[in-house]
């Protein structure tokens, strides 16, 4: 998304009836700087400092935003948009603007005299003179005072390098550092000047366009000289095919059986699994006899699997046994000698001991020696 920075000044807010600072008939006409708007006012004279800007809260409490403040919060409708104001009122934030950087401070808050970053917000338009903060110093006006750093003007400065159009609307350019923010737009970039005077451009090395109107009637006209950004041509979408199937004979619908080895997606029915068994361990037997058409075939002729393998040799072996060293079964299955003295078979699994019978076989040895 584009994105467009307004850097706006008191010219801005005079249309809404807000008295500028240096014109004719503005406010330093009237009140000396050293008097109101310096660290040394206040410390000299607090009350007539407090007074000033008590003055200056009521009269914006008191005025609404004009056209061109309405006209720059609906530019965040198509475009980012982010303000830089000189002005120290809220009615960018009344006219519905979201992201504005106030570098000269703002009249509805208060801080601390001994902690610049403890910042209260203040109600209604009178601050009284022994205000003090939460660590108990005295409240001040949160405003900039002359002599004093611009804590934002780096944060201004990185949102003017990245603008993407760069609008001065309401200053004529002449207080610093603030009006140093025209040399850090990228020099691709075109300005555009509203302000109906002569406003100082010897420090501005892009191609700007001066609109010399008042900031309520110029300010709306560039956002309609503007308009909406033209959004990218979008691709037609297709639509993925669908078969339709000719309805039952009965008309009821039958559901479509899922391929094999699927499940259906409704379904929590695991898929089906081939048996390891029966299928990666079988072992199918060469055939011995050959059947005759129309019978039953032998069972050599059949798949054996390898648990009927090792069935048939547990009964070989049982046969042997029985033949040659008198081995009788019991009840649980287990084989037990009847000569259990001379026989080498291995140890009886519920006994422990070497069972031997007549045969007078070897014993064995493990694999120890012993």
């Known amino acids: 998304m584009k994105k467009i920075v307004v850097f706006t000044g008191a010219g801005m807010s005079a249309d809404s009836g807000l008295a500028t600072f240096r014109d004719s008939d503005g406010l330093w006409a009237d009140y000396r700087i050293e008097d109101v708007c310096t660290p040394e006012a206040l410390a000299r004279d607090r009350a007539a400092v407090v007074g000033f800007y008590n003055m200056r809260r009521r009269e914006m409490l008191a005025a609404s935003p004009n056209a061109g403040h309405r006209a720059i919060a609906e530019l965040e409708c198509a475009y980012d948009v982010e303000v830089i104001t000189q002005n120290v009122d809220n009615l960018h934030e009344r006219a519905g603007s979201s992201r504005v950087t106030h570098l000269h401070g703002e009249l509805t808050r208060l801080r601390s005299e001994r902690n610049p970053d403890l910042i209260v917000p203040i ?79 010897s420090a501005i090395r892009n191609a700007n366009t001066h609109i010399r109107e008042r900031a309520a009637v110029g300010m709306p006209s560039l956002a309609a000289m503007l308009g909406p950004p033209h959004p990218p041509a979008a691709t037609p979408r297709q639509k993925p095919q669908r078969t339709l199937r000719p309805p039952p004979a009965n008309g009821r619908l039958r559901p479509t059986p899922p391929p094999n080895n699927q499940v259906p997606p409704n379904s929590r029915a695991p898929p089906h699994r081939k048996s390891r068994k029966t299928d990666t361990h079988r072992r199918t037997a060469a055939p011995r006899r050959t059947a005759s058409p129309g019978k039953r075939p032998h069972p050599d002729q059949r798949p054996r699997r390898i648990n009927e393998s090792r069935n048939l040799a547990k009964a070989k072996f049982r046969d042997f046994a029985f033949r040659h060293c008198g081995f009788r079964r019991r009840r649980s299955r287990s084989i037990r000698c009847a000569r259990p003295r001379r026989c080498g078979h291995p140890p009886h699994p519920t006994t422990g001991g070497r069972p031997r019978c007549a045969r007078a076989a070897p014993p064995r040895r493990s694999r120890n020696g012993r």
Do not use: C, K, M, N
């Open 123 to 201: 109600e209604g338009w009178e601050q009284p003179l022994d205000a003090t903060a939460p660590d108990g110093a005295l409240l001040r006006p949160h405003i900039v005072f002359f002599g004093e750093s611009v804590p934002l003007f780096d944060t201004a400065v990185r949102i003017a390098a990245a603008a993407d159009l760069f609008i001065v609307v309401g200053t004529s350019l002449s207080v610093y550092p603030a009006a140093a923010l025209v040399r850090y737009v990228r020099p691709d970039i075109p300005i555009y000047l509203i302000d109906p005077g002569e406003p100082d451009t």
